[in-house]
């Protein structure tokens, strides 16, 4: 009983070390998971594993497959449009009611900067983890621990989405100055104008990724 008390304690924070990895693009969409090499990486015994597995797959980050294992999803091109629609809503509202000093802007600011550095050496993974950082850093804005906590999950499936491009540069590089010219805005005291152009910016990232998932569920 100890035991399972034990698991079922740890499992949340598996699934958020597991979360991030999505975000950090560590992990692909499709990529089939190891217990045996997770485990040991996470330092934790199987039995824990297996139940944030559970609770990422209730999540859809992550499918069960019977005598196959535990794989990371692909999204479908309804859960893109429905990701997208969710950043418009929580992204644009956060930007448009933020201040400039607020501390979350500072974070906004290094992500733009890390982003520019990795760009220079073409790093995109680590572009689009800056990217990542960006955006969450806007949702902070809203200074709402609940709905930082819901677009971990929602930057998670977006991290996905980014995956099935073949080539990274042609979603990440223009993203790095569009980033920086929207915290442009925000510092010179002007959110209602870095929301709309944030509102400009996230329809055209959707059309980028749609085009992708269309190209591959062609060739399919």
């Known amino acids: 009983m100890a035991e399972q008390d034990t698991t079922s304690a740890l499992a949340p924070r598996l699934a958020e070390q597991i979360r991030d ?16 090499a997770l485990s040991a990486d996470l330092a934790v015994s199987r039995n824990s594993l ?29 859960s893109i449009i429905d990701i997208y629609r969710v950043r418009r809503m929580v992204e644009c509202q956060a930007l448009a009611g933020a201040y ?16 520019k550095a990795a760009r220079d050496v073409r790093d995109w993974v680590k572009v689009g983890s800056a990217n990542m950082a960006f955006h969450a850093a806007i949702v902070d804005l809203a200074d709402s621990q609940r709905l930082n906590a819901f677009y971990a999950q929602i930057a998670a499936e977006l991290r996905l989405s980014f995956g099935l491009l073949r080539d990274p ?36 990232s959707e059309r980028t ?12």
Not at 182 to 187: A, M, N, S
Not at 210 to 218: K, T
């Open 209 to 220: 990724v749609l085009a992708a998932f269309s190209r591959i569920d062609h060739a399919g």
């Open 50 to 78: 297996r139940e944030a597995f559970r609770l990422l797959t209730k999540e859809g980050l992550l499918r069960h497959e019977p005598n196959r294992g535990v794989f990371v999803s692909t999204p479908s091109m309804a």
């Open 169 to 204: 540069d042609l979603l990440h590089a223009p993203y790095v100055d569009l980033n920086a010219a929207i915290l442009e805005k925000l510092e010179a005291g002007k959110p209602d104008e870095a929301a709309r152009s944030l509102e400009a910016y996230l329809a055209q």
């Open 21 to 36: 990895k999505l975000i950090g693009g560590e992990l692909r969409p499709g990529q089939r998971l190891s217990e045996a």
């Open 100 to 115: 400039p000093n607020h501390p979350a802007v500072a974070r906004m600011r290094a992500a733009v900067e890390t982003a």
